[in-house]
DNA sequence: GCAAGTACGCACTAAATAGTGCGTACTTAC
DNA sequence: GTAAGTACGCACTATTTAGTGCGTACTTGC
């Protein structure tokens, strides 16, 4: 979100994963398209007014799909798009990497 | 740094990547080892402060190393360590799916 | 001897981001 | 009828992060 010109293609890519939460965010809807409430239990720490945030972010680059259904106690559910499944698999190896680096922190921990 | 405990690998992950500068950084040294105003130079807009700071947070992490020679015109080289380099290739798919959504938008914005 | 380059440090300010607390209109469960 | 869940919005504050401006100790080039 804004900080374009981009200067290389991982510059691009990191403004789109930028805010605290939306890894988290795209982590969970790669396995299931969510609604609000469940949404904010898989991402344990979120408030609601950031979540609602994020995910109008997330939502503005295409890389989530909002459907709101009009019931009376309101449903909204959240999925990635084609573009947010292209993302998660390209982070996928950053994801291996880094547990990895978890790996090897918690042995330095014990160790 | 210091968002312990992670919730998965990605988060682990993003937590070294953060930080305006940082991928840049990190893209920069994958080309060659660098010193501190070649640094500057190739990441254009950080400040001394700025990327001094960035710097001192991926030693720490040991994604970079630093090299410092006792010379009078001081001389201080940056260069990517073992970790830092297969954090670079893990960033590969990220830098070509942000590569594509550079040329997306280009397009949008032309089209 | 004066500016510029070397690689920063420090005190301070600005900007960006996240969090708090409360309100909505309605429904189901107890 | 009271609490809890649904999916938020709004005003405000706190926290985090980045930027500004200046100083250092020394050397080379003009």
Redesign the interface.
Known sequence: MGR?P?????????D??DGKWK??II?ALNHQRCRFGELRRLV?GVTEKVLTQQLRELEADGIVHRESYDVKPPKVEYSLTG?GD??N??????????????AA?EDAEQG
Chains 1, 2 share one sequence.
Do not use: F, N, S
């Open positions: 374009q981009y200067v290389c293609g991982l510059d691009a890519a990191v789109v994963i890894v988290l982590w344990p573009l292209e993302l698999t390209a982070l996928g190896p950053l994801g291996a990497w880094g547990k990895r680096r978890m922190l």
